[in-house]
DNA sequence: CTGAAAGCGCTAACAA
DNA sequence: TTGTTAGCGCTTTCAG
């Protein structure tokens, strides 16, 4: 078992202080070419490796490590997991000495210029958002990266952007596998419908093209009948899926690609029709659950935002504290949820394994 | 932003050292009881949190936690991510001056009793395990939690014994999982067959009853119509299926129980019936891949043995250096593998990121 | 350009 | 029973 090496080693075989060797290591200024270049060639041969815990508490007493955090509250249950990911990483960094400056925002995109651009004064080195509004904040984005901020977008995307990362489920992969699985339930030339919140919200009409071309590969003869805009408007949303389900009796499925799945699933039983045509659904939350249980509900594409949350601030502190390079895009897997799976997700627990 | 409560600070106002403080913190002897009581009750107040990298970094000089992992290399594929699993998350230890045994089994089982032995021997605080015989290693970690070792298995399970923890997917829900997918994509009264290894491996069979109950409960009238034990063997199980697929023309679906699934596939498409039987598979490693591309595979229940090692590492650490309790079981979401989401799978990429 | 030395917050050994 | 002190491996200041 090779001794641990430590700078102290490496200064022992190069022949200098370990105060040189941090020099070499970290590319300070003020140190001699050949000697950074024989201290770095010998770090690399013995293998050395920084001993984190070390670097943390000597660090914590300088000028510390800041990341600012701007995510919204709203929707409720998407954001609520988003922030617990957050929280539950942070905690771990806190021993590493970052520090984090919250700035929840009420609801997506709400004020968000604003908060930004005090994130930005308030010279943080790492920044983690969810662009509400991309084209406003974009040219912030960019100034925050050419300030030297690391920028992660989380959940949603500023596409446009110069930012560092992002951390989400694509889009269109969530629609093509609600596609997929929708193909696999139904027979060949169904008709399903699609609802949504607004197209022209980029993230809502990449879903709806992953779906199409996704059901339309998967069930020969299939074809989408219908995309509806619900707004994430409750009462919206009830009444065009009624006009629907009257004009469609042969409707076989419906997508729905919002988290405001609640009242399509009610239309469906209220008429009678659930169970026959399949809905998917996206995301989940604890009052959803009884529709699964009915088989009301057949599948969601579960984007699983604690996970999303974690992630970015776990890529960004490793980033800002260790070099570790910066992925430009982290695209996660959703969940499929059944009926068979759906006790064991985390956000339906009772209590909340904080 | 109230300043860091530390053990000082916390000493400060107990007016005590911190030496005093700190025998207070862990119940270590040699504490006047009244004084610890305040002690803690000041630390409770203040909210006093340990620094972990601190605390890492000075217990790094004593006598250190060593954790035994004692994990097979075969089967391929599955084992080869639960190692990688592992060491990542042993990478993020040992900064926190955690060490290490390695004693890797050539396959399954093979030598398990005699290097669990060894380890015991060793004075390890942890052992990390994958029964490959419950019955002769039940009373190994038996003997090992009475010493006070604690055991964690990992995807396999010694249920009998005393073991502290399980890190697994139940293979009741990856079963039900498939039968619930494979009834959403068959019309009512179809029949199915199920391929596994031995009906005798506990594991297995739970995995068929799961299968079994769930496709009948979604597929209503359908039949699991034959149960084939292929012994991992590809020889045994190709001929088998070719026979299955000769007494059942109208078989509509298949769920293969272990990671043996090639040759099932394999003989669906020589036999021109891919596709028109469903074919529900586990597990997941790079040679699936064209077979989902053509369609013959459907779908696929991966048991994400990467995240199951670094459950069970991360556990076990977080226990044994910070007391975080041990969940008596952690039970892993098992990934749906579908065609739309077959590429965002870590094992199946060219260049394994580490 | 380089070396020496003072901590970061905690644990553990040794004194009292 | 309690207090004091020497590090853990690293960063950072201050001298040289």
Chains 1, 2 share one sequence.
Not at 96 to 114: H, I, K, M, N, S
Not at 125 to 150: C, M, S, Y
């Amino acid at each position: 078992m090779a001794d641990k090496v430590g700078v102290h080693r490496v200064a022992a075989l190069a022949k200098v202080s370990i105060g040189t060797v941090d020099r070499a290591l970290h590319g300070r200024p003020g140190i001699n070419p050949q000697t950074r270049d024989r201290v770095l060639r010998i770090a690399q041969e013995l293998g050395y490796e920084p001993n984190l815990a070390a670097r943390a508490l000597s660090k914590r007493r300088a000028a510390n490590l800041r990341i600012g955090v701007c995510v919204p509250r709203e929707l409720r249950f998407f954001y609520d997991q988003l922030w617990e990911g957050i929280y539950d990483e942070v905690r771990r960094s806190r021993d590493y000495g970052v520090d984090f400056v919250f700035r929840p925002l009420p609801v997506l995109g709400a004020g968000e210029a604003e908060e930004i651009k005090r994130l930005i004064a308030s010279t943080v080195q790492g920044l983690i958002l969810t662009p509400g509004r991309p084209d406003t904040v974009t040219p912030l984005i960019n100034q925050a990266e050419r300030a030297g901020v690391r920028v992660v977008c989380v959940s949603t995307d500023a596409p446009a952007s110069q930012r560092s990362s992002i951390v989400c489920v694509e889009p269109w992969l969530s629609g093509q596998l609600a596609g997929e699985l929708m193909a696999r339930c139904l027979p060949p030339r169904s008709s399903v419908a699609v609802v949504t919140g607004m197209l022209a919200t980029e993230n809502h009409a990449r879903k709806c093209e992953g779906f199409a071309a996704s059901f339309a590969r998967f069930c020969s003869g299939g074809r989408v009948a219908e995309v509806i805009e619900g707004h994430e408007d409750e009462i919206e949303c009830r009444h065009k899926v009624e006009v629907l389900l009257a004009r469609l009796p042969q409707l076989a499925g419906i997508y729905v690609n919002t988290v405001n799945c609640l009242p399509v699933a009610e239309v469906l039983e209220a008429r009678g029709r659930a169970g026959r045509v399949k809905l998917i659904t996206t995301d989940l939350f604890r009052e959803m659950v009884p529709y699964f249980d009915r088989d009301t509900i057949c599948a969601s594409i579960y984007q699983r935002p604690y996970q999303q949350g974690r992630n970015a601030v776990a890529m960004l502190v490793d980033h800002l504290f260790q070099q570790t390079p910066l992925v430009p895009a982290s695209y996660l897997n959703p969940s499929l949820v059944l009926n068979s799976n759906l006790h064991l997700f985390r956000e339906l627990r009772a209590h909340h394994s904080t």
